[in-house]
């Protein structure tokens, strides 16, 4: 039988290099908001994760009057074509959530407030140094959301803040049970747990104590191949294993884990989709989805917010009730209608006090416009929009193909799935080993 400490050694000897790069590319992913992701760039990369940098594009407008006029935003900032996309021209570096055109005006929600942009002049109008996650603009109201927590209302015209409320949903209303499909992904993602930012953290800790135990791992074995520093290994070793690392297993695991099932996320959609969690089992954070607005909407009279759950409304900001089921991701109105762009969840259409389900517009849709009198939905990886053309890729694209493997190539989720099941393995040993190391101590004394 192979002792805990071979199998530890081998585990970490063969894996540890995949473990250091998903950590140290986890950790930076799960900060998307930080601006030098963005405007860190590299030249010398594979040509085919060039095309990963689509993915940043978050909100296209098309001029009714002028169609040779495109304007699309990001999170690499704001851009403009006067040629139908053959050029464009940078206009920004803020980053850009949403484009909302009210008025012969754009209403842009960026990394830092609201602003307006009309005739190649760029505004800033409120909510400087926040973060608009969401925007929608109705008769003179403009409806902000700031972390996808905090929803303010601007009257239009001279940008008083007439509204501040956090969204708070009684409990009562928050009954939903989720699909294992929901939760794998809350949970990896680090929003699964408690209030987003208690479960950010706990992610963080489980990613920094991987790459510390990464590095020091190899310290130690090379050490103790060499057999130089003893003394300097018997450090490494009591802080590679103590009480900290122990408690970094538990979210380590999990990670492992559901990394595991989203490698393999469409072929075991089936599976995933087929189990149902109810409510009276899921952790604390799906009691409150305080910080889980992911798209709002107003309608002059209706205030609406989507989250995991689907799309509440209230007519006082204080009153909260669920209108309709499943993932809101965003919610754009064109007119008196309302398209609902699902995650994980079918696209739905507002219209006639009715929600229906929207067949033929792509999943996860990004963003409405009208070309050619005709409706269009905006996917970033689609192929048919004309978009920026980049030489580089951003250091957010270089970190997301190196923790999903397309920076090497498909199969490399294998690797990942290796490099998985060694944390899993190392999880286990470790604790054996740690615990076998303490019973030894007490025995001494």
Not at 50 to 79: C, M, W
Not at 234 to 254: M, S
Request: zero cysteines; hydrophobic letters at 40%.
């Amino acid at each position: 039988m192979v002792k805990a400490y071979k199998l530890h050694k081998i585990s970490g000897i063969s894996a540890g290099v995949i473990l250091l790069i998903l950590s140290i590319s986890g950790f930076f992913l799960d900060h998307d908001k930080w601006g030098f992701l963005y405007t860190t760039t590299f030249s010398s990369v594979p040509s085919h994760i060039k095309g990963s940098e689509k993915r940043l594009f978050n909100a296209y407008y098309k001029d009714t009057e002028n169609p040779q006029h495109i304007i699309v935003g990001g999170h690499r900032g704001l851009f403009e074509s006067f040629n139908n996309g053959e050029k464009f021209s940078k206009i920004s570096s803020l980053q850009i959530l949403a484009i909302i055109p009210f008025q012969k005006q754009l209403y842009l929600a960026t990394s830092d407030g609201v602003y307006s942009y009309n005739k190649q002049i760029l505004k800033r109008l409120a909510l400087q140094n926040n973060y608009i996650t969401a925007l929608s603009i109705s008769q003179n109201k403009i409806i902000a959301v700031i972390d996808k927590e905090k929803l303010i209302v601007l009257n239009r015209k001279n940008l008083v803040i007439l509204n501040e409320t956090v969204v708070k949903i009684n409990k009562e209303e928050l009954q939903e049970d989720i699909k294992l499909s929901r939760f794998i992904r809350d949970l990896h993602y680090g929003r699964g747990l408690f209030d987003e930012n208690t479960s950010l953290i706990i992610n963080d800790y489980g990613a920094i104590a991987l790459i510390y135990l990464s590095l020091t791992g190899y310290i130690i074995w090379f050490l103790i191949k060499q057999k130089k520093s003893p003394k300097i290994s018997r450090k490494l070793i009591k802080t590679h294993a103590n009480i900290f690392a122990v408690i970094a297993t538990v979210p380590l695991f999990f990670l492992a884990v559901t990394g595991i099932f989203l490698d393999h996320s469409s072929g075991l959609a089936k599976f995933m989709n087929s189990i149902t969690l109810p409510h009276s089992v899921l952790p604390p954070i799906y009691n409150s989805l305080r910080s889980d607005i992911w798209s709002v909407d107003f309608d002059g009279q209706i205030y609406r917010v989507g989250n995991r759950y689907g799309i509440y409304s209230s007519k006082n900001l204080k009153d909260w009730k669920l209108e309709n089921r499943e993932f809101a991701y965003k919610m754009i109105r064109q007119d008196k209608v309302l398209y609902i762009s699902g995650m994980g969840a079918p696209n739905r259409i507002y219209k006639e006090n009715k929600f229906n389900i929207l067949p033929k517009a792509p999943h996860m849709f990004r963003d409405i416009f009208i070309e050619n009198h005709t409706l269009k939905y905006f996917s970033s990886m689609q192929k048919k929009f004309p978009l920026p053309k980049f030489s580089n890729i951003t250091l957010y694209t270089l970190l997301l193909t190196l923790h999903d493997g397309t920076f090497f190539s498909s199969w490399w989720i294998w690797v990942n799935d290796f490099a998985a099941i060694s944390l899993i393995l190392l999880v286990i040993t470790g604790i054996i080993r740690w615990n076998q190391r303490k019973r030894k101590n007490l025995q001494s004394i």
